[in-house]
């Protein structure tokens, strides 16, 4: 539901803004103050609860001191200086404790190439003009995104299915882009539902392709950690029946230009014509991408 929060969230294109999630793994609603407890719900649902694998209260103040402290430094005093929390907390893994994070990040300038919301055709996109393309997948589809109890008809998403190839992947071709200065974005999140498939994080090659031919390749995993679906289990019933819940939560992987620019120095990133996200490091999968596009830095 937070990411509901997040989705409805937009900007007029004027001024310099951003919007941010954060996902917890162990954390739950109420340790992050004094006075809930570590019991979501009252007497006597509480005592169904499975809150052995919770975080501790200390570490779930010390995670929201953190994003509120520089949240407010940002937007009330201007001061940009830990701005990059907000989509590379791996930046600041010192002052935070140990879990699994998962983030999404858009500023306001961000440029869609596509959202995957413009129409019911899966080849189009919202950029004018571009086309999209899979190739070596079971399945290529637009899907609508489940937000808690809410429903599922907020937000739509690429999804691609493979198995037994490692040559899976989506083309988006693009009018000549300047991405000068910038970034090339997309939101990426894990759809399996397997709980000993949990060491296997999602990995690929994202290329980009200029109008002279020439290619530049930076891995996903060089940009962020994208983890595979997370299994919990909130209640303790959960636990007896080896039944889980997964969180499927999408991961920013922002891409800068100079990393582009590392692999092949020759690549014109001011006339971008194409981008690859090329699953060449998993044999299956089953992920949904979505927010493809280009943000500053």
Not at 42 to 47: E, I, K, L, V
Request: charged content about 25%; proline content about 2%; hydrophobic content about 35%.
């Amino acid at each position: 539901m937070g990411n509901k929060f997040y989705k409805n969230t937009t900007f007029s294109g004027e001024g310099d803004y951003f919007k941010s999630a954060l996902y917890i793994a162990g954390a739950n609603h109420g340790q992050f103050n004094s006075e809930w407890g570590k019991y979501d719900i009252g007497f006597p649902c509480n005592y169904f609860l499975n809150v052995k694998n919770l975080i501790s209260t200390q570490e779930q103040k010390q995670i929201l001191k953190v994003f509120t402290k520089i949240f407010l430094d940002v937007t009330l005093k201007g001061d940009q200086t830990n701005k990059e929390l907000f989509h590379n907390y791996l930046a600041y893994e010192e002052y935070l404790p140990k879990t699994v994070y998962q983030q999404m990040y858009q500023g306001s300038g961000f440029e869609y190439v596509s959202n995957f919301e413009e129409d019911s055709d899966i080849t189009t996109a919202t950029m004018a003009d571009a086309k999209i393309m899979a190739s070596n997948t079971r399945i290529w589809e637009e899907i609508k995104t489940a937000y808690g109890s809410s429903g599922t008809k907020e937000n739509y998403a690429l999804r691609l299915k493979w198995r037994a190839t490692k040559h899976a992947k989506v083309k988006f071709e693009i009018p000549a882009y300047d991405m000068t200065g910038k970034e090339l974005q997309f939101d990426i999140a894990d759809l399996q539902k397997n709980k000993n498939n949990g060491n296997q994080l999602i990995d690929g090659t994202v290329r980009i392709t200029d109008q002279n031919g020439n290619v530049a390749n930076v891995k996903i995993s060089d940009c962020a950690i994208v983890y595979p679906s997370l299994p919990v289990q909130l209640y303790k019933v959960d636990f007896l029946a080896d039944s889980y819940e997964y969180k499927h939560q999408p991961q920013i992987v922002s891409v800068d230009e100079t990393k582009f620019l590392e692999n092949n120095s020759e690549i014109n990133t001011d006339s971008i014509t194409s981008i690859e996200i090329i699953f060449d490091e998993m044999e299956q999968g089953d992920v949904k991408i979505d927010n493809v596009g280009f943000g500053m830095k």
